[in-house]
């Protein structure tokens, strides 16, 4: 599932389209996908319009058209963002493409988890974008805002808290297993137990690098990053080469070194938590 970073490459994709004119508009058929705004009105309202760029919020995307027009989106599961040539042909998982007269901005999704909506807002982004919580990056992801969030759901295991993209916008499975990593923790540490200072000096380097490679080429982030041997087949630990470890946490695949990431005492874990 794109994260953070991969979201933020694929929005640039469209970029060389900036200032140029929407002349038609192919949406696709599958409700799902256009559930948030009917697919007769992407024609009906981008259509003549020019693109102006993308913007990313965690795994959110914002595309400004001419006149005060806003196209948002997610890639879900499996999205992605392409850019075609002006006769690109649909195939059955581009959803949205927009032509102009030199490309075709293309939405493939082949599982239909993404989504996208269509907002009139003439003096600037979308009420609903400006709401959002505060990025990891930006200056408002405070000590105090990681201390609130990990006090919310004292008990509930720190891998499956970090997925909530309410507190920890863009963070998903790679980048929650790599916090988690790099800070010496096994998935299942109760989130009440854990430094909030810690946990957001971790996620903002993670964020950081992230966004300086995958973000910026698709480029592997450092070989001291459990990330980039995660994926091989077994792989093994860059620290000390223990075999990874590897379960399912509330429906999602954890990965984790069993020597640098050891469970959390049993005592500690069965202490009620405080009022
Ligand atoms: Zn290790």
Known sequence: MPELAEVAYYAKRWDPAQGQVIRRVHAGSKPRFFRHTPAAAFPAGLVGRSYSGARTHGKKLLFAFQGGLWLTG?????????????????????HLVLYTPRQALIFRDSRMFGAVRLEESPSGPPPAWLALPPEILSPSFTTARAAAALQRHPRSPLKAFLLDQDWFPGIGNWMADEALYQLHLHPATPSGTVDPAALRKTLRAICQKSMQTIAVDWSDPPPSWLMTHRWKSGGSCPRCRSGLARDTLRGRTACWCPTCQPPTAPAEASNPPKH
């Open 74 to 94: 997610h890639l879900g599961m499996t999205g992605e963002l392409l850019l075609g040539p002006p006769d690109h042909a649909p195939t059955t998982h581009d």
